[in-house]
């Protein structure tokens, strides 16, 4: 899933009634002013094929455009590391990276590539206000996106924020097997200027390299 300093310290006002467009583009607004930034996160999934309950925890760094890295830390440890071109999905204990091509321009194929910059709110996006998913703090909005154009990772998402800063607070996706990710986001940090060096990864010895299909 291009287009959050001085402007991001000024509290912006959010009329209660302010409609899922006006939103909308408020948001895309201010986050056309975000070079980069790091947060904590819980991701708890539930659903699927499985019936899996699993919640997770870790670190975030994106730097626009189509950077991040995402640091899994427990219970288990994860990295899932985009450099803007290619995409690197790394789980130790299963001793292999998986690498994908990183969709050109603005595409937001996944919705977590929408945090890096790919895809834009207003012209990508059906908007709608939705209620805030369970766990979110009392005091968010909660926009319900779908794509205009189908695709093939999601139906749709939910970008949770702050009515007054317009921070993100959480994402929501659901999955094609039906299972729901839920992102929680703590301790946002914005426009610190994050290295490049940050994005880079380093393929592990002794582990198997997997080149995912394109298709």
């Known amino acids: 899933m291009a287009r959050l ?11 209660p009634d302010r409609t899922a467009p006006e939103l909308a583009r408020a948001l895309q607004k201010k986050y056309d002013t975000i070079k980069d930034f790091s947060a904590d996160f819980v991701h ?7 019936r899996k309950q699993i919640t997770e925890r870790g670190h975030l760094l994106v730097k626009k455009p189509g950077k991040m890295r995402w640091d899994y830390t427990s219970p288990e440890q994860k990295q899932f590391v985009s450099d803007g071109v290619k995409m690197y999905s790394y789980i130790p204990q299963d001793k292999q990276v998986i690498v994908s091509t990183i969709p050109p321009e603005d595409e937001a194929t996944t919705p977590t590539l929408f ?3 790919k895809g834009n709110l207003v012209r990508d996006f059906t908007a709608s206000i939705t209620d805030a998913p369970k766990g979110m703090p009392a005091d968010t909005r909660a926009l319900k996106l779908v794509p205009k154009v189908r695709q093939k990772d999601y139906d749709w998402l939910v970008l949770v924020v702050d009515p007054n800063t317009l921070d993100f607070r959480g994402l929501v996706t659901v999955d094609a097997q039906g299972g729901i990710s839920t992102f929680f986001f703590a301790n946002l940090k914005m426009n610190v ?5 940050e994005f880079t990864f380093k393929v592990p010895r ?10």
Not at 5 to 15: G, K, M, S, T
Not at 206 to 215: F, H, K, L, N, P
């Open 5 to 15: 300093f001085a402007l991001l310290l000024v509290p912006v006002l959010i009329a």
């Open 44 to 50: 708890a999934y539930e659903g699927g094929v499985l």
């Open 115 to 117: 945090l890096a910059g």
């Open 193 to 197: 200027g994050v290295a490049d060096k």
């Open 206 to 215: 002794g582990v198997d390299v997997v080149i995912a299909s394109s298709r």
